[in-house]
């Protein structure tokens, strides 16, 4: 009892030293480190999760709505060059509805003259607009010789324009009375106060910018006369000396050239008084007076001098708080929407002609070069029939293939070896299965190209490995006392995998082929290499028909140049995202409706 007693006391006692409390401490410190790195990646993958979905959704914020233009349009039969007699529908479908929308925009802006002011007036419009008007008098010719409240599809500038994503228009404070002149094709402002001291502060500070990139390129020039006068220094022939001093020549002109150029500028910049000229690198000046728009040319203090984009209807001095002055701060070389073009559409605006709508037709609409009217439509029934073909050859196949090896294979190196391919399958690169699929059952088995039912044999293919493994983990998973019961009442070995495996097995067997199929359904290499790639402007109504996939017309609009389809990019990937969402859904639903429980 003594014994026992004495020997239990340093075994106590080992719990109680100080070196028992700091490996306490480092364990609980350990474990509070591992805990803290493990909600910091939990973090970080959740802030990488939700910038990323930030980023393509705020992308695709740009194509909720479209911009359209109202304006009257007559449908005579004459503006349309219809004949007479009675129309059918193909003399409907060849009527000039583009003159007709022309002469309307002519009609809303009649100073517009000239061919470059018409040609950029007529670019205001889609020309999906004329597509529509002729779709709607084809289907209603009891339009013809009425004049309609239009509304014309904008183009993808003008749609850019009018939701702000480019430059916009911003009004400058200006006071006292402002008096024009005009003078020949020219409009002359003259104010009381320097109101256009801005515009003569940002042409100074452009100036001094330009003198200031002039006198780099010339000290640049200049490093080249140092670079070969040491050559010239160390020449020993003399054709090589006339070679350099004749290089050595050319570099020190044009740095002289650029320094008395920089000098001008500088010149220019520090000057005072006197009119300034504005070109169109520089930002853009308007004036809004008397009913009329001047683009500013050049300017004082407190005159101005430019062309009339519209019209003025009087030239009586302007009160103060009659008139205005604005800017568009980006350069007209480096927008799209050219300063008369802004004009225009600020006037429209004010007229209450331009509207925005809800963009449905993004979702209804095939592909199209003209990103103000492509759609996703075909890419989505594209997508659909390609998923059909996909699950009706790979899970059958995937299936039967792992309740086989699972069940009813026997156990040697010949199943040893399918089962290694298998799990080697499941991580080959897609765009293998690309080539084989173009190899084999395009050039070989002449299956039609760029169509449902090619991409849905490569995808097939690519997806069985990840069926298979997901089964064969399904019906392994499927407790042995089921096989036992079944076969102890006398059931055979296929009446038990049918009857009983199977059934308990589906929950999981439908997880992995949902999962399989939204992995397929968001490949793009191997469909590009079966020809799925071209430009399909027809809505795909068999397997055997030309089509596309969202994945492969997302890839083609993100190499377009237009915005507008940078921001239509990312609404086909959360039209993408929506179809992985709801196969997950779809998954989830079923692993619940067959699940069992033992």
């Known amino acids: 009892m003594t014994d026992t007693a004495a020997t239990s006391v ?11 409390h700091r490996r306490l401490r480092r364990r609980y410190g350990a474990e ?70 022309r002469t309307s925009l002519r009609a809303a802006i009649p100073n517009a003259k000239g061919r470059e002011a018409r040609r950029a007036l007529y670019k205001l419009t889609s020309d999906g ?58 409009v002359r402002v003259i104010v009381e ?23 780099r390129q010339a000290a640049a020039e ?40 920089a000098k001008t500028f500088e010149n220019r910049a520090n000057a005072a008084g006197g009119l300034e000229t504005l070109n169109e690198s520089l930002p853009s000046f308007f004036v809004r007076i008397d009913g009329g728009v001047i683009k500013i040319d050049s300017a004082s203090g407190d005159v101005i001098e430019g062309t009339a984009i519209l ?14 002055l604005f800017q568009i701060a980006g350069a007209e070389e480096g927008r799209r929407i050219t300063d008369a073009q802004a004009v225009w559409l600020d006037k429209l605006k004010n007229e209450g002609r331009i509207v925005r709508k809800a963009n449905w037709d993004f979702l ?13 439509w075909g890419a989505i029934v594209g997508s659909f029939w390609t998923m059909v073909v996909t699950f009706l050859l790979a899970f059958p196949i995937g299936v039967m293939a792992a309740i086989y090896l699972e069940e009813f294979a026997p156990k040697n190196a010949i199943t040893d070896f399918i089962e290694v391919n298998i799990n080697n399958l499941a991580a080959v690169p897609s765009i293998v299965f690309g080539l084989l699929g173009l190899a084999v059952f395009v050039s070989f088995f002449g299956v039609p190209r760029s169509t449902a039912l090619a991409g849905g044999i490569v995808l097939a293919l690519m997806t069985l490995p990840t069926i298979i493994i997901a089964s064969r983990a399904a019906v392994k998973a499927v407790p042995p006392s089921i096989r036992q019961a079944a076969l102890g009442v006398g059931a055979s070995k296929v009446q038990t995998v049918s009857h009983h495996v199977l059934p308990l097995a589906m929950p999981g067997i439908l997880t992995g082929t949902i999962i399989g199929m939204a992995q397929a359904l968001g490949e793009t290499a191997p469909l590009l290499m079966i020809g799925m790639f071209a430009f399909i402007r027809e809505i795909p109504s068999g397997i055997t028909e030309p089509a596309t996939a969202l994945p492969v017309q997302i890839y083609q609009w993100s190499d377009f140049p237009e915005r507008l389809f940078e921001m ?13 969402i709801i196969m997950n859904a779809v998954a989830i639903v079923l692993r619940k409706r067959f699940e069992r429980r033992w």
């Open 10 to 20: 340093p075994a106590a006692s080992v719990h109680k030293t100080d070196e028992a």
């Open 311 to 324: 019209p003025l209807t009087s030239t009586e001095t302007a009160k103060a708080g009659s008139w205005e």
């Open 32 to 101: 509070w480190r591992f805990k803290m790195a493990g909600a910091l990646a939990i973090l970080l993958a959740t802030l990488a999760l939700v910038s990323l979905l930030w980023s393509v959704f705020g992308n695709a914020y740009g194509s909720i709505q479209k911009t359209y233009i109202k304006l009257p349009v007559n449908l005579d039969r004459g503006v349309l060059e219809l004949p007479d007699g009675e129309l059918d529908t193909d003399k409907i479908r060849g009527g000039n509805f583009t003159g007709a929308i």
């Open 193 to 215: 106060s320097n109101s256009f001291q801005p515009i003569v502060t940002t042409i100074k500070e452009a100036l001094g910018e330009t003198a200031n990139r002039l006198r």
């Open 222 to 261: 200049m490093r080249g006369v140092r670079v070969f006068e040491r050559r010239l220094a160390n020449a020993s022939s003399e054709v090589e000396k006339t070679r350099l001093q004749g290089e050595l020549a050319g570099y020190q002109q044009r740095a002289d050239e650029l320094e008395k150029r």
């Open 129 to 186: 607009a004329a597509l529509s008007l002729r779709q709607s008098v084809m289907d209603d010719s009891s339009l013809l010789g009425k004049t309609l409240t239009v509304d014309m599809l904008a183009s993808d500038d003008v749609d850019l324009w009018v939701k702000g994503y480019v430059d916009k228009i911003q009004q400058l404070p200006v006071s006292g009375q402002a008096t024009p002149q005009v003078i020949g094709d020219k």
């Open 364 to 376: 209804q609409d095939s592909n199209s070069r003209e990103a103000e009217i492509a759609g996703v």
């Open 568 to 580: 239509k990019t990312a609404a086909a990937i959360v039209v993408l995202l929506m179809f992985l």
